[in-house]
Nanobody, 115 residues
Framework: QVHLVESGGGLVQAGGSLRLSCAAS????????MGWDRQAPGKQRELVAT???????AYGEGVEGRFTISRDNAQKMVYLQMNGLKPEDTAVYSC?????????WGQGTQVTVSS
């Protein structure tokens, strides 16, 4: 079974930066499209960023220009560099892996941005 473990969340002041990491195992990592989404209390899960197996990236509304997704196939890692954080970025951030009809999520890591 695919195993995804996120790290790097925490508490940061508005305007600060965090780098989230997601370690994947039990997976042919290079075949998967990887991504990050987030869910804030009382809100629906929303897309943050994706990076395909071919390294194409896409970003959700409101984060492009502030967040950068990247991947390291050799290490089976995906990263989310978050700059210029805002209080509205507060959420649980989860890593996901997609291959054809299969999608897997990690447990998530909490990001809290104070004003």
């Amino acid at each position: 079974q695919v195993h995804l473990v996120e790290s790097g969340g925490g508490l940061v002041q508005a305007g600060g930066s965090l780098r989230l990491s997601c370690a994947a195992s039990r997976i042919i990592f290079s075949l998967f499209d990887m991504g990050w989404d987030r869910q804030a209390p009382g809100k629906q899960r929303e897309l943050v960023a994706t990076i395909t197996a071919g390294y194409r990236t896409a970003y959700g509304e409101g984060v492009e220009g502030r967040f950068t997704i990247s991947r390291d196939n050799a290490q089976k890692m995906v990263y989310l560099q978050m700059n210029g954080l805002k209080p509205e970025d507060t959420a649980v951030y989860s890593c996901n892996a997609v291959f054809r009809a299969a999608i897997y999520w990690g447990q998530g890591t909490q990001v809290t941005v104070s004003s």
